[in-house]
């Protein structure tokens, strides 16, 4: 059993930035692929990124540029840096452990872009 718990998120002015943490329980985590995702009010949760346990990245079209994935395997941490927050950015955002057999997913934390 992995438990993941998000934070860092809040109400942001456009342009502002925000880094997200999602830490995870257990002592496997460098051997997890980690990713974020988000789901925006009335839509489907969608894939931002992810970190392989190597430290490969991947970001979905919309979110490069602007995200940056990375992870501390000795903090059992993954980041999400997101810089000039936009008003469509507004979503909750969840971290997932995927072990290999089995996908775990955080609460997730609220990310309001408004002024």
């Known amino acids: 059993q992995v438990q993941l718990v998000e934070s860092g998120g809040g109400l942001v002015q456009p342009g502002g930035s925000l880094r997200l943490s999602c830490v995870a329980s257990?002592?496997?985590?460098?051997?997890?692929?980690m990713g974020w995702y988000r789901q925006a009010p009335g839509k489907q949760r969608e894939l931002v990124a992810i970190i392989t346990s190597g430290g490969s990245t991947n970001y979905v079209d919309s979110a490069k540029g602007r995200f940056t994935i990375s992870r501390d395997n000795a903090k059992n941490t993954v980041y999400l840096q997101i810089n000039s927050l936009k008003p469509e950015d507004t979503a909750v955002y969840y971290c997932?452990?995927?072990?290999?057999?089995?996908?775990?997913w955080g609460q997730g934390t609220q990310v309001t872009v408004s002024s």
């Open positions: 257990g002592s496997g985590f460098s051997l997890y692929a």
């Open positions: 997932n452990a995927n072990t290999g057999i089995r996908v775990y």
